[in-house]
């Protein structure tokens, strides 16, 4: 059974073909760094260069670049001539480029009895054409690496889940009781993004559960209303709690499926446009991107979700490629007409906080 690592061990050189879904040439090289990588690309395309590099960078490995004509067919099998007489122990990575730039590639490593790979990122096998195996395609990406093939930086990376334990148990009361208290929670949820310092809450199980966590406290003028406990809790208030309890379900969901680099609030940006994404994780080299919202989108159309899954299409297409995977939540209902928009896009919707565990199951792993 032919295995990648042991094959870089015999064949130090590694050459692939750039296009713009790079994952299928990086993926190999963290996956088992060569000595040494050959870059062939086209002349309008030396960004992609850049991208692999940023995407490598934590790999101590050689790069080398050529320049290759996307059409001209005997200039690519001269140029792999060439790489074979000075480097004859090369492995050919032939997934990307054009199909002219794959054919004449493959014929002369194939001519002089090379390795040639295929990276199949739908099955997640990288599968070995001079021998007709194949091996299950590893895991090593990062958020930050995966990025980088789309030409994105990650900042505030966050993965540390540091909320208090009373808060941890309100967000659950929150999703568990999502239809008894759905008013109450949205007038709240207005208060905490208007930032109003002093507010009045209606007596009952949700007050007296807001005062025993300490999200909430009277004000200190007598009978005046309540105030938020500090600028966290209100941030908590304002759909921050949304966010940490799906980041927490798919915590414990990572248990039994292999969920990496689960990440939260992480700011991406690139020369041209920068956005926040709420919870961001990586399964089976795919980024799944989720978007959360506990805004009370309305039936008049007064507060539209549109913009909002204009924005996860727009970004997820940027960010996560053609293979990435977008998720709305929201803590609310949404209409007929959005849930239509969404499938149209391919973005997949919960909008019931008390099934989302079992939600996040079925997507992650459609």
Not at 194 to 203: A, D, E
């Amino acid at each position: 059974m032919a295995r990648l690592d042991d094959l870089f061990i015999i064949h130090d050189t590694y050459v692939c073909l750039l296009s713009d879904h790079l994952l299928p040439n990086v993926i190999p090289v963290i996956q088992a760094p060569p000595q040494r990588v050959i870059l062939l690309y086209t002349p309008n395309n030396k960004e992609r260069v850049q991208r692999f590099r940023q995407a490598t960078e934590s790999v101590p490995t050689e790069i080398i670049e050529k320049q290759v004509h996307p059409y001209q067919y005997a200039q690519t099998q001269r140029i792999c001539d060439e790489i074979l007489e000075q480097f004859p122990n090369a492995i050919l990575n032939v997934t990307g480029g054009t199909k002219i730039m794959a054919l004449a590639a493959f014929d002369r490593f194939r001519h002089n009895h090379r390795p040639i790979i295929y990276v199949d990122s739908d099955s997640q096998r990288i599968l070995y054409l001079h021998n007709g195996e194949s091996e299950r395609l590893g895991d090593p990406l990062t958020v930050k690496q995966y990025l980088a093939c789309y030409g994105f930086k990650a900042d505030n990376i966050n993965r540390q889940d540091n909320l208090p334990k009373t808060w941890r148990e309100v967000e659950d009361l929150f999703a568990q009781n999502s239809t008894k208290w759905q008013n109450q929670l949205g007038r709240l949820n207005w208060i905490a993004a208007q930032q109003q310092p002093i507010f009045t809450l209606q007596t009952g199980e949700l007050q007296d559960l807001l005062l025993k966590a300490n999200l909430i406290k009277p004000a200190e003028a007598k009978n005046a209303g309540f105030q938020f406990t500090s600028d966290q809790a209100r941030q908590f208030i304002n759909g921050g709690w949304f966010e940490h309890y799906v980041y927490s379900l798919l915590r414990q969901i990572s248990a039994q499926y292999p969920i990496k680099n689960l990440t939260k609030n992480i700011e991406i940006s690139n020369d041209s446009v920068s956005n926040e994404l709420d919870v961001v994780f990586l399964y089976h080299n795919k980024l799944h991107v989720i978007e959360c919202k506990t805004r009370h989108f309305t039936a008049d159309g007064k507060i539209n979700p549109m913009e909002t899954i204009y924005k996860i299409d727009s970004v997820t297409n940027r960010v996560a490629g053609i293979k990435g995977k977008s998720m709305f939540a929201s803590y609310y209902p949404l209409t007929q007409a959005a849930k239509k928009r969404c499938l149209n896009n391919s973005i997949y919707v919960s909008d019931q906080p008390s099934q989302l565990h079992h939600q996040l199951i079925k997507w992650i792993n459609a």
